[in-house]
């Protein structure tokens, strides 16, 4: 539907209006420069520049596309483009007028210094009127503000791009009900300043008093750089003062994506867990994705559908969806079709278990960057499907990994757990399995096939945040195993945006772990999805604690004794040492082994073997999880 507070002008009235300045932008070049009987004597040569001027001008403007832009969103950058499109016209019409004169076409001549009178009444003219046409837009926006009904009063924290941004939103669109009435930044410069006419009123530590002293009925919360500390600070003062509020999305999750302010949302516990974000070094990860045919396996899940979000980002010449459900990859695919329309998509539903089908794929489409992330990854699950563990996480891995080097894939990245470090469980086992498979071929091809090692990810499938929700969804209980419960957590697009960065870093044989900041007590994580939920633990919702299961660790390793780890370029990421030495000799016949035993369905000698296989795993004398159990 149009909006109707446009004032806009369709192509051919603009190229009408352009003819119209440009005959205006010529005469006028001549009448400002000669007086009386001199503008006669040279009219000549005035005809001549019109005629010039009316032909090539309208043909470089179409060039620069000036009849292909809506003028009433027309910014510094339209400026630019009008000024340089402009003088490129200006100057083409100046060699063409000089090349006549020399040729002594043009007599008596013509007065050179009028081609500059003419190129700058052309910038007045062509560029003033596509801003009037602007400002013609924005007076009627305004004057719809009376029509819109009773706005309410907002405070944006943030004065930023994406501060900025929310409010000019706000201005243009009066219908959304929002009046910006101030902002809070931490920027001192900013500070007693007006940004679109809006005032700077203080800073975030002045929230509190901000909501005391001025009638506000809604925080808008636009920094999204910001880290969860900040994010929870602001959220308790709105609650403390009963104002409602809305966050913009973190920064990791605007990869990819636009800004606007009808991505606002409620504050979720991803933002009370995100990071400051790290810088990216655009150019590796440019270099290893821009261009290339990219693969992921398992796009269907949470952290292969945001692979392919952000790889999306950097313009592959096709990116590859497979997945085992057709389903996932289906409202994959229409996902990514909507926010990158030009991007070349292969979707493609196959079994990693399947070695044949996965060699044709990789033959006929031969993509040049893997990322593996299909894999089974629910602990308890796993404890009670032992063959499948195998023949999904180690055997379908092999076959990546195999698939891979026939098609002389250039790099190939195995996405891993932290359970793979001294697995005391089947999916950690076979996970640390898979990471020694892609070593393995690292060492043996020299390509860069490389590891990352992350743990716990917000909101994914099967993990902690869906199962509370749903138990606070039914009016609690809410179930902790021990108060001092603590694992390390981190948001799905910040684990991917590091994964990318990392994968640009391989040489080959790498593993690389991700710096998970601090862990995270399970108690206080089910108190903030309460409070978030409107309701307060203890009251509204009770939390009880079931007692710590048999072999479950209080809090989580990351780092394994023994092992060397050196920082790498990114201060959020970890390469480990040394990993060569940890590989099993005779790796295949083992895989081998692996797979007769499960299809056997031997489950006690695949413990066995898992535990004689790999480096400190014991995962024979783990005591059976609770399959209720996500953590």
Known sequence: MKDKSRFQLNSLATLLIDLLLTFGAALGAYALRLEGSQFYYYLQGAYWMIGVSLVIKPIVYHLFGLYRRQWVYASVNELKLIAAAVTTASFAVSLIMVGLWTAQVIRPGFVRTTLVIDWALSIIGIGGFRFILRLLSESRSSSGKGRAGRRRNVLVVGGGDAGTLVVREMQKNPQLGLHPIGFLDDDPHKQRHQIYGIPVIGKLSDLARTLDSRRVEQVIIAIPSAGGQVIRKIMDVCRLKGVPFQNMPGLYELIGGKVSVNRLREVDITDLLRREPAKIQDELVGAALSGKRVLVTGAGGSIGRELCRQIARWRPSLLILLGHGENSIFEAMLELQEDFPSLPLQPVIADIRDLSRIENVFRSDRPEVVFHAAAHKHVPLMENNIEEAITNNILGTRNIVHAAEVAQVERLVLISTDKAVRPANVMGATKRLAEMIVLSAAHRTGRAFSVVRFGNVLDSRGSVVPLFKRQIAHGGPVTVTHPDMKRYFMTIPEAVHLVL?????????????LNMGQQVRIVDLAEDLIRLSGLEPGK??????????????????LWEEGMEYCSTPHPDIYRVEAEEGNLPSGLDQIVEEFGQLALEGETAAILSLLDESIP????????????TSVL
């Open 501 to 513: 960065q990392a994968a640009s870093m391989g040489q080959g044989g790498e593993v690389f772990l």
């Open 540 to 557: 509204d919702i009770e939390i009880i604690f079931t007692g710590i299961r048999p072999g479950e660790k209080l809090s989580e390793d």
């Open 616 to 627: 400190d795993a014991h995962v024979r004398s783990a005591p059976p999880t609770d399959i």
